[in-house]
């Protein structure tokens, strides 16, 4: 009789066994079927079941299963933003754990992974464009994990983290990305960017360094560094430092272009004025030089103008009429500074407005009509 109730309850221990091993078959048989709820549904028994949940198979049918639904048009909808992807991957790499990368899933599961990389990046748009910027940044986390010397996670990370005000995150994937020797002046504007947000002027001193430590003649990373000596009240070396950098590269437009951008700062015009000529003497299509010579006419123009209209009779009729022949002259001297930077930029706002202004004063309505209808058609 004992031997009977032993063979009994070992029966039963087998049965029981073999029900939770069903489980997974069940999701395989449904998956291969199709219907990827009811295989939901059997491999998420299956993973919190002592008996199967050991098994690098169960991981990874179910990380197979997930992967499936994020792929299909119908049954994605049963899955929040992510999280298809999110399970499918934490599925996978389960398996990868239990069984090592040599073992039957354990390569099956790598190959999914590398498949799902696309996947993990699409979570991260879609829940970047859905403004749920924490949920994108993982999802973009993930893609990194998946492919860590692909640089497109690390930047729509930053994007998504930046979005967030996680400013830290925002620096590291950042920082990741110029360790996988991905370097552009736009990268050290972000961190710059980030810098100002935080006014850690230190840290925008030290990134502005290392900016043009990549790009010595980039114009935006000599503007800041000079203006940062302007700011701490060092405007002489301010403009030591730009003269160096034109005595060493003496045919550079941009270079010229920032020393009169400096000097306009200073208030001393006349050497802004030779420094945006030298400039554009250089190279004509220099737009911010031929922009800044237009308002250095403008102003002279509108100068004139003003002293003139603040003049009592007796002065006007002495010397207000050729005050206002010189404005006109200088509206007239801007005019192809203003045309020139037009060409180079035909959507910039303040050099449309500066023409229909500069035409309207000139009395040259057509044109200044025209350049309303621009600045409508841009709004």
Not at 251 to 263: E, F, H, Q
Not at 337 to 364: C, H, M, W
């Amino acid at each position: 009789m004992k031997k009977i109730f032993l063979t009994l309850v070992a029966a039963a221990a087998l049965h029981t066994a073999s029900a939770q091993n069903s489980a997974v078959t069940n999701a395989i048989l449904f998956q291969k079927q199709g219907t990827l709820d009811k295989a939901r549904t059997e491999i998420d028994k299956a993973i919190t079941n002592e008996k199967t949940s050991g098994k690098a198979k169960t991981w990874y049918t179910r990380g197979d299963v997930y992967q499936g639904m994020v792929d299909s048009p119908i049954y994605g909808k049963a899955l929040q933003p992510g999280e298809g992807t999110k399970i499918a991957f934490e599925s996978y790499q389960k398996a990868i754990q239990i069984d090592g990368k040599d073992g039957e899933y354990g390569k099956l599961a790598t190959a999914k992974l590398d498949n799902l990389y696309g996947a993990a990046l699409n979570a991260g748009v879609e829940n970047y464009n859905g403004k749920n910027y924490g949920e994108a940044l993982k999802a973009y986390q993930m893609a990194q994990q998946i492919r860590p010397a692909d640089t497109t996670a690390y930047l729509y990370a930053a994007y998504a983290a930046e979005a967030n005000q996680d400013f830290a995150s925002a620096k590291s994937n950042y920082s990741k990305l110029m360790a996988l020797n991905y370097k552009s002046p736009q990268v050290y504007g972000r961190l710059l960017q980030i810098a100002r947000q935080e006014k850690n002027d230190a840290e925008a001193k030290q990134i502005i360094q290392q900016a043009l430590q990549a790009y010595p003649n980039n114009k935006a990373f000599l503007l800041e560094d000079l203006n940062m000596d302007l700011t701490a009240g060092r405007g002489k070396d301010a403009i030591d430092k730009i003269n160096r950098a034109i005595a060493a590269d003496p045919t550079n437009s941009n270079l010229y272009a920032v020393l009169g951008s400096i000097y306009d700062q200073n208030k001393q015009s006349d050497q802004a004025l030779a420094a945006y000529r030298k400039a554009v003497e250089i190279d004509p299509n220099n737009f911010d030089a031929q922009f800044n010579l237009g308002v250095y006419n403008y102003n002279k123009a509108a100068d004139a103008y003003t002293k003139a209209s603040k003049m009592d009779l007796a002065s006007y009729q002495k010397s207000g009429k050729k005050l206002e022949a010189d404005g006109k002259k200088y509206f007239q001297d801007s005019v192809p500074y203003f045309e020139k930077a037009l060409q180079l930029q035909p959507n910039d706002r303040a050099t449309i407005s500066s023409l229909q202004k500069v035409y309207f004063r000139l009395g040259r309505t057509a044109d200044a009509d025209k350049m309303n209808a621009k600045l409508s058609a841009l709004k």
